[in-house]
C-alpha cells in the first residue's frame, strides 16, 4: 500500500495526485468519500485531479469526459475506455492506495512515453 | 434529428437516456458516423492519429436509431410535421431536433481554385492533410483558432508558414485585445509570419503544382497594400455561418441561426434546435448568443430534450458558461465565459512572456471569463466561479 496523504490535508472537493507511474490521484468528494483512480484521461494526456468535482464524478479539465470514481467508467467520448480505480484504506487519518493490478488505458501518447523511458 | 454530428448524437443519447422509446431517424449530410472535429486541424492533421480515432460513438453503442447518412435536409414542414430531403424522400416526425451545424466561409473568387483550402469536415482536412504532405509554403488567411491551430500543426510538421489577420490583433473577439495579443505572440515564438490589420484582396491562381506547370492553381496571396504573399497551399480560417437555409419559410424563427430560448426551444412547438447552428437566449447576458463550442453541442442538447420531450413544461438548469480550448505549439488554452462584456482583465497566475498565465476577466468585480495557458488546474478553479449553479 501506498501512503498518499493525510485526510485532514485533504479537504473536500478537492484531489491529491501521487507521483506514482502512471499517476494516481485521490478524491475526497463533498459527501466526505474518498476514491483512488489512474490520474491521467484515457483520451488524452490530462491530469484528472485538475478536473470538475462533482458528486462522484471527475470531469477531465480539458475536453468533458466524465469518470465515476466509483467504477472507473466514463459517461461519453471523447474518452471511451474507463480509468482503473485502487483500493482506499483510511488508518490513524492517513490515506493509503492499494495500487490495481489491472493494466491501465492510458491515452496513446502517454503510454508510448512510457514504453520509451523503459517504464 | 436533423444533423449527426457531435450535438445531433448528444441529442440521440439524451433521448434515450431521458427514456424516449420510440422511433429515433438520425439525418446527416456528411456520408461519415459521427465523429470529431476538433483534432482535424491538430492531430489528425499531423497524421498523430487516423480516421478511426475521431470515431464519436462506443464501439459497443447502440442508440436504436435508423442512420440516414449522406442525405441532406432541404425542409421542414411544421403541419405534418415532416423534413423533407434533398433525394425526395419526406420523414414524418413528432419531434425534430435541429442540428445542422454551420459551414465554413469560403474566399470569395476562389472557387474551382486548386490549393486553396477550408477546414471544418474530414474530407476538408482529408485533402488538407494530402498537400501538407508534399510540403511548401502555407498562407493561413485569418488568425482565429482553426487559423492558428492549422499555423501551428504545419509548422510542426516543416512548413514555412504566414498568418494574415485583417484585425489589429488576432483574437480579440473571444479573448479581448490584450490577452489576444498575448496568445497569438505563439505564432512568432515558433517562427511564423504573423501579418495584421492587412485585408486579403484574392489569390493569384497561376502557381504551379510540383508535377509541372498548371493553371488554376493557387501560387500568391494578395493583400490589400499590394504585398503578394508566395503560397503553396492557402488555408481559409474565415469563420462559419450557419446551416439554416433550408428552414426558410418554415415557421422557425431565424436570428443569426435558429432563435432558441434558453433551454432550446424554437418559435415552433415540438421543435428545438441544439449547437452550431442554435443562438440560445443567454439569460446572464440578457441577449442571444450562437455559442460554436465544441462542449455547447455536447451539453446543451441535455436540456433541448428535455425540453421537447416535456413539450416546454421542464424547466432545466441553465447552461455553462460556454467553454472551449485550443492547442497551439504544444500551449494548452483553455477559456471560458464571456470576454466582451469585461472591464478588467487581471494576471492571476504566471507570467504572459512564459506563455503560462491564468487571466481572470471581471465586470464590476465580478469574474466573468477566464483564460488559461498551461493552468489545467487553476483554470478549473476559476472556471468553477463563473457557474451560477455552483455557489
Redesign the interface.
Known amino acids: 500500500m501506498i501512503p498518499a496523504c493525510r485526510l485532514a490535508d485533504l479537504p473536500r472537493g478537492e484531489a491529491f495526485r501521487l507521483d506514482s507511474d502512471p499517476p494516481v490521484s485521490v478524491f475526497h468528494t463533498d459527501a466526505g468519500e474518498v476514491f483512488a483512480i489512474d490520474d491521467t484521461c484515457t483520451h488524452q494526456d490530462a491530469s484528472l485531479a485538475d478536473g470538475w468535482l462533482e458528486d462522484c464524478w471527475v470531469e477531465c479539465p480539458l475536453h468533458a469526459s466524465k469518470f465515476d470514481l466509483r467504477t472507473g467508467a466514463v459517461d461519453a467520448p471523447p474518452a471511451k475506455r474507463p480509468v482503473r480505480t485502487h483500493e482506499v484504506v483510511i488508518e490513524d487519518g492517513m490515506i493509503y492506495v492499494q495500487l490495481s493490478t489491472a493494466a491501465p488505458n492510458l491515452p496513446a501518447c502517454v503510454a508510448a512515453r512510457l514504453a520509451g523511458a523503459g517504464g | 434529428m436533423v444533423g449527426a454530428s457531435l450535438a445531433g448524437l ?1 441529442a440521440a ?1 439524451a433521448l434515450r437516456r431521458q427514456g424516449y422509446d420510440g422511433r429515433l431517424v438520425v439525418i446527416g449530410d456528411e456520408r461519415h458516423r459521427p465523429y ?1 472535429r ?1 483534432p482535424l486541424s491538430k492531430e489528425f492533421l499531423a497524421g ?2 487516423g480516421e478511426a480515432e475521431l ?5 459497443d453503442e447502440d442508440l436504436r436509431a435508423d442512420w440516414l447518412l449522406g442525405a441532406r435536409a432541404t425542409a421542414l414542414d411544421r403541419t405534418r410535421p415532416s423534413v423533407r430531403l434533398a433525394d425526395g424522400r419526406e420523414v414524418r416526425a413528432d419531434g425534430v431536433v435541429i442540428a445542422t451545424g454551420a459551414a465554413a466561409r469560403t474566399l470569395p473568387g476562389t472557387e474551382g481554385l486548386a490549393g486553396v483550402h477550408v477546414l471544418r469536415t474530414l474530407d476538408d482536412a482529408r485533402r488538407l492533410r494530402a498537400e501538407l504532405a508534399s510540403g511548401g509554403r502555407l498562407v493561413v488567411i485569418g488568425g482565429g483558432f482553426i487559423g492558428a491551430e492549422v499555423a501551428s500543426t504545419a509548422s510542426a510538421l516543416g512548413h514555412e508558414v504566414t498568418v494574415v489577420e485583417a484585425a489589429p490583433t488576432p483574437l480579440s473577439g473571444p479573448l479581448g485585445e490584450t490577452m489576444g495579443g498575448v496568445v497569438s505572440a505563439l505564432h512568432a515564438d515558433h517562427g511564423v509570419r504573423l501579418l495584421c490589420g492587412v485585408g486579403v484582396r484574392g489569390v493569384d491562381g497561376t502557381g504551379r503544382s510540383s508535377t509541372g506547370g498548371v493553371r488554376g492553381r493557387a501560387g500568391a496571396v494578395l493583400l490589400d497594400d499590394g504585398r503578394e504573399i508566395p503560397a503553396d497551399v492557402v488555408l481559409a480560417g474565415v469563420g462559419a455561418r450557419p446551416c439554416v437555409g433550408w428552414l426558410e419559410g418554415s415557421g422557425v424563427a431565424l436570428d443569426n441561426g435558429v432563435k432558441c430560448g434558453a433551454d432550446g426551444r424554437t418559435s415552433v412547438p415540438g421543435v428545438v434546435a441544439v449547437g452550431d447552428c442554435a443562438n440560445w437566449h443567454d439569460p446572464l447576458a440578457g441577449a442571444h448568443r450562437r455559442v460554436e463550442h ?2 455547447g453541442a ?2 446543451r442538447p441535455d436540456l433541448a430534450v428535455a425540453t421537447l420531450l416535456s413539450g416546454g413544461a421542464a424547466h432545466p438548469r441553465p447552461p455553462r458558461p460556454p ?1 472551449f ?1 485550443s492547442d497551439q505549439y504544444g500551449v ?1 488554452i ?1 477559456f471560458a465565459g464571456h470576454a466582451s462584456g469585461a472591464d478588467s482583465v487581471t494576471i492571476e497566475e504566471g507570467a504572459p512572456d512564459d506563455r503560462n498565465v491564468l487571466a481572470v476577466y471581471r465586470r464590476a468585480g465580478h469574474p466573468v471569463a477566464v483564460l488559461g495557458m498551461n493552468q ?2 487553476m ?2 478553479r476559476w ?2 466561479q463563473l457557474t451560477p449553479t455552483a455557489a
Open positions: 448528444s443519447r470529431d476538433p498523430d492519429i470515431a464519436l460513438e462506443a464501439d465544441w462542449t455536447r451539453e467553454y480550448w494548452r483553455q489545467p488546474r483554470f478549473t472556471r468553477k
